[in-house]
C-alpha cells in the first residue's frame, strides 16, 4: 500500500503552506517530525579548561546548595544552573499514550559528567573580614592559666600600683567627714613623723616580709638570689644595687622581702631597703613601706642606721641595700644592655668609710629586661624634658611598657623574664671620720672591679641575649 506521506510530503515552511492554503504547523508537529526522522542535536563543543590566574576548585563539585528547594533544581533530569544552546523535548505521559508539550533550551548540570573547573577570571573580591585581627599585634593570654600564674600577677600588680591603690583609698576616706577627726591628726603625724630616718626600725614587721605571698611576687619572673662570698655578721655593710631599671623588682624581692632566703644566705645580718624620702610623706603607703622595713635614703638615714642598733648597739650586723643609679640610670634601662651611673657615683663610698661598712657590689641580671622604654637616641627632645624633671624634681618619669593583665605586648605589668641578682665579695673598708679623696677612688675603682668580674663571669649564663657589655657612664 503507498504511503501519501512519504510520496506528497507536506510542506514545512510557513510560505509554502500559505501558497498551498494549508494551515501553520505546530510547534508539537514540528518537533515530532525532527524526531521521527532521527533528528541529531549538533555535538556540544568541549568547554575550554582555564589554567590560569584566578582559577580555583569547583566550589559545587563537593558542596550542594542549600537554599534551593530540590524540587525546583531538576525538570526531568536537568540542572538549571547554567544554560547551552541544546533543545530539550520534554514530554509526559497519559491514558492516550506519549506527548510532547514543548522544546526548551537546555541547561548544563552542574553536577553531571560534563562539571569541570570553574572559570572566576573576572571576579574580584574585596578584602577578607577579620584579616587584620589574626594580624594584630595584641596577643591575649589564654583563658586556661593556671591558678598559680594568676596569684603571681594579682601579687605582682598589687604592688606596682600599691601607691596608687593606697592614695586613692586615703582621698575616698577624706569625702566622709565622719573620717575627719582621725584624717587630721593622720596628716600632722605624717608631716612630723621621723619613722622613715630615724634608724630604730621599729616599724619593721619580720611577719609581713616572710609571707608566702611574696614567693608568688618572686617567682612571677622567676627571681633567684645568689651569693659570691659568705658575709659575717660582726661588720656592717652597704650593699650597691645596679642597675635601677624602672622599678626596681629585682632589689625589692631581694632585700624588701625573705621571698628569695636573704636570712639563709647571710644569716644574722638586717638588710634595709633604702627608697625615697618623699614616699615617707605619702598617706597609707608610708605605713605599707615602713611595715615591709624600708627606709629613707637620705644621709641621716643611712647613718642612723649604721651607726645604732645591731649586736653592738653601734650598727653591727646592720645593712643597707642603695640603689646608686638612681632616677638618672632608669632613663638608660634599655632591654639587653647595661649601663651603670656610676663614675661620678662616690658618696655611697664615703658613707661607707664614715661608718667603717663594707662595699658589697650587686649586679641583677635582667633587671633592665622587665620593661621597654622610649630610646634617648630616637627621641632626643624628650629626653631632655626628663632630665630637667630629674633636676627640679628630684625623680624622673621614663615612658615604659611592657604587658598588660590580659596581653602581653601592652601596659604597665612587668614582663615574665628570669631576674638574677649576684652578691659579689665585699671590699673591706677602713673607718675614718674625714675620708681621703684618694682612698675614696682607690675604694670606687675596687668596687668598679669587682662589678666587672661578677659581669665577665656571669654574663653567658644570665645575659646570652646582650647587644651591649657592661658600660660605665657619667
Known sequence: MATAATLNPEPSLLSERQEQHLPPRSYADAATEDVANNHVEPQQPTPEVYTGQGEDEDYWSHRQNMHKNSSSLRANGRSKDKK????????????????????????????????????????????RAGARWEQSHIHFAPLSVPLKRRLQTLTVLAHTLSVAFLLSFFFFLCAIPLC????????????????????????????????????????????????????????????????HGIISHGAFAAFGTE??????????????????????????????????????????????ILSHGGSNGEGMGRAITIVVGGARESLDAQPRSLRLVLKRRKGFVKLAVRTGADLVPVLAFGENELYDQVQPDQHPFIHKIQLVIKKVLGFTVPLFHARGVFNYDYGLMPYRR??????????????????????????????????????????????????EELSIVE
Not at 102 to 120: D, E, F, L, M, Q
Not at 216 to 238: G, N
Not at 440 to 447: E, G, N, R, T
Not at 450 to 461: C, D, H, M, V
Request: proline share 6%; net charge positive; glycine share 8%.
Open 84 to 127: 547551552d544552546d541544546r533543545m530539550v523535548v520534554e514530554k509526559f505521559h497519559d491514558k492516550d499514550g506519549e506527548h510532547i508539550v514543548s522544546i526548551t533550551p537546555g541547561w548544563r548540570g552542574h553536577r553531571g559528567k560534563g562539571a569541570g573547573v570553574r572559570r572566576n577570571s573576572e571576579l574580584v573580591s574585596g578584602r
Open 259 to 304: 621571698a628569695l632566703g636573704f636570712s639563709q644566705l647571710f644569716p644574722g645580718i638586717t638588710n634595709t631597703l633604702l627608697t625615697l624620702d618623699s614616699n615617707f610623706r605619702v598617706p597609707l603607703y608610708r605605713e605599707y613601706i615602713l611595715k615591709m622595713g624600708l627606709a629613707s635614703v637620705s644621709k641621716q638615714s643611712c647613718l642612723n
Open 180 to 243: 575627719w577627726p582621725l584624717l587630721v591628726p593622720y596628716l600632722i603625724y605624717v608631716l612630723f613623723s621621723n619613722a622613715g630616718y630615724s634608724g630604730t626600725l621599729s616599724h619593721r614587721s619580720n611577719f609581713l616580709r616572710s609571707l608566702r605571698v611574696w614567693s608568688l611576687f618572686a617567682s612571677y619572673f622567676p627571681a633567684r638570689l645568689h651569693r659570691s662570698a659568705v658575709l659575717p655578721p660582726t661588720r656592717k655593710y652597704i650593699f650597691g644595687y645596679h642597675p
Open 418 to 467: 628570669p631576674l638574677n641578682i649576684v652578691v659579689g665579695r665585699p671590699i673591706k673598708v677602713e673607718q675614718a671620720s674625714e675620708p681621703a679623696e684618694t682612698y675614696v677612688d682607690a675604694l670606687h675603682a675596687a668596687y668598679v672591679k669587682e662589678l666587672e668580674r661578677i659581669w665577665e663571669e656571669w654574663k653567658n649564663q644570665f645575659a646570652g641575649e646582650r647587644t
